[in-house]
């Protein structure tokens, strides 16, 4: 008998978040025309942060600076912070592993939302913490809920992402600080705040960065153009930022990754200008959905999600039909959210393809169904 | 009170593993002129890798490719295994603490040697394991003492390094499959052979790749030159290669990173001049050495351990004294490997610095000590 996992591995399944685009690609046996489905910024990075990034290549024979020294303090800068305030990880997805492994023993509630990001729930499952959801309400994560759960629960940590991501929904930041406001001392909020910088002003709370109860997430993969360097920041409490310390893959933070982040946070014109893009790629990608009779949810984000107008089996024929058509694109996992599908800021020619793949996707995903 | 850790991060120190340079560049308030302490590759990556990263610079707006389908394949075509027997990881660091995450329950212990990779011990730390350790003898890790201590303590996971490191020292290929072929069915020798590419032929056994009582872990971050990256791989049976699933960060590899590794393992041309360049650089290492009365141990790395001739309070003295100079060198943490100093294989400038310094390092760690 070989090595033995621990029981709660054995537990585990082997069930991925997300199945990546490539994999798609190789199992149709060719590529999509239009990849708008894994939220990315078809726009791109800053092209300072692309210039330093090739730079960097050929420093790459170097570890990194494993205290991210001078991002965390550009990163502290740009939100009015101290650096203790600061911690640079491994992407969202990364630090969502590290905060649930720093707080949750096996068997203790954690609180999302029925539908949101399945990653965090992979990281509960991984440390065997037990998963609490409520359900969306009118496509928006439910504060009050959530908050409810968390005290019903007696739950430490809890989930929401503002704007939220699958449905491109927010809060305005004043429901946001009344949550915090609103939380037990011993427990703690995770802000998600990756699609924050294509949100309207007001949507992200001032914070006491001192609050132990919030912990606010930001990427770089978003806004930023930089998915495929894997570097996400923490901002909160000195206490918890430093605990990190104790369990984090020190050098983990790629150097490239760090010279590109860096040059990023140098560059907010290049935010403005992803921005407006993003906005007018949202109106067009609204504009086509109600061309075919679907209705566009709003957003606050670089996707717009569509309700099909009919069940969640419809809304996965429309989904698979589009990806037949060479259009990558994802959907929410679970009823009523379901009932969307998820469609990406592309490139116009990207929206170009989408706009001539959905009829014929909608004539399909209907006449399969009869 | 706020959120509260877990109560094994509770008895967590808040020590990290190692201190970077730039860390002690910014407390010593200048840079230093040789950076040879981290067993880096100062002969730097393959070209072809460089230009690799640099052109995937503009694809950073992607996430990788999840499966890592690429390199993984290209990494069995190398070895002449399977792709089900390769996984790839954020660096060696990375996949030492998901080996410890998928097979150590608090309590249970695990074998290593005193004085060896201090990260391995930070995970088995971090997962709450019980460190188990047999001294090194004549400057090696000890096979069959590391075999005895896993029968004795019922242990389901020891590691080994060869080439070792902090030490340089190695063992040939026939000992190390002698001591795969001793384990016992239940427990995972982990192979650790990040600096394999530097040693002579005849180091690096020959493995069943569909045995589970071995895994091989390869680093793109020695030999290839791109520590900076964070790509590393473990070669081993399917059953656990598949379990990393359950657990891993499936994102969590660069982009940049997967397009530089695979570049490298394009390229062994470049393998074989960087090897020849070590193999320089140890000699002229050692001859230094030799010239002030240290003994340089023999090396199957691109790194020199070298015997100060007396205790650990004067090796330090000695690397303190380098450090003063502008030399970024490291030492062992523990009696009585921590007699020497570990100096990397840097470029001819570099070993200049170390030449000029050298001197005077030791006339002043004579002299503090009497």
Excluded at 53 to 76: T, V
Excluded at 279 to 304: D, K, M, W, Y
Aim: charged residues 25%; aromatic residues 6%; proline residues 8%.
């Amino acid at each position: 008998m070989p090595a033995r996992f621990t029981a709660l591995v054995e537990t585990l399944p082997a069930t991925v978040p997300f199945v990546g685009p490539e994999t798609q690609e190789r199992a149709r046996g060719k590529p999509f025309r239009a990849r708008i489905g894994a939220n990315e910024n078809a726009f791109g990075a800053s092209p300072e942060a692309i210039a330093a990034m090739a730079a960097g290549a050929a420093e790459a024979w170097k570890y990194c600076d494993p205290e991210n020294h001078d991002l965390e303090r550009a990163i502290a800068a740009a939100h009015g912070v101290a650096p203790e305030n600061i911690f640079v990880g491994e992407g969202i997805d990364g630090i969502l592993g590290l905060v649930v492994r720093l707080l949750i023993e096996p068997g203790q509630p954690v609180v999302s939302s029925l539908g949101a990001y399945p990653t965090f729930n992979f990281h509960v499952a991984g440390f065997g913490g037990r998963l609490v959801t409520v359900p969306y309400r009118d496509d928006r994560e439910d504060p009050q809920a959530l908050l409810d759960a968390v005290r019903r629960e007696r739950a430490s940590l809890v989930y929401i992402a503002n704007p939220d991501n699958p449905m491109g929904t927010w809060w305005p930041a004043a429901e946001i600080a009344r949550m915090v406001d609103a939380m037990p001392d011993d427990a703690l909020l995770l802000l998600d705040e990756a699609y924050a910088e294509f949100a309207p002003d007001g949507v992200s709370p001032r914070l006491d960065p001192a609050d132990p109860r919030v912990l606010r997430l930001r990427t770089f993969s978003k806004a930023h153009g930089l998915a495929g360097i894997r570097v996400g920041y923490a901002i909160g409490a000195p206490a918890l930022i430093k605990a990190f310390d104790k369990i984090r893959n020190h050098f983990g933070v790629n150097r490239i990754g760090q010279a590109g982040a860096l040059a990023a946070i140098g560059d907010p014109g290049h935010l403005v200008r992803v921005r407006e893009k993003v906005e007018f790629s949202r109106a067009r990608i609204g504009a086509i959905a109600q061309q075919h009779g679907l209705a566009p949810l709003p957003s606050a984000t670089n996707f717009v999600t569509v309700d099909c107008g009919r069940d969640g089996a419809y809304a996965r024929r429309v989904l698979n039909a589009l990806i037949e058509r060479d259009v990558f694109v994802r959907m929410p996992g679970v009823p009523p959210l379901d009932r969307c599908i998820r469609i990406g800021c592309g490139l116009p020619a990207e929206l170009d393809v989408l706009e001539q793949a959905l009829p014929g996707a909608l004539v399909e995903a209907a006449s399969r169904g009869e």
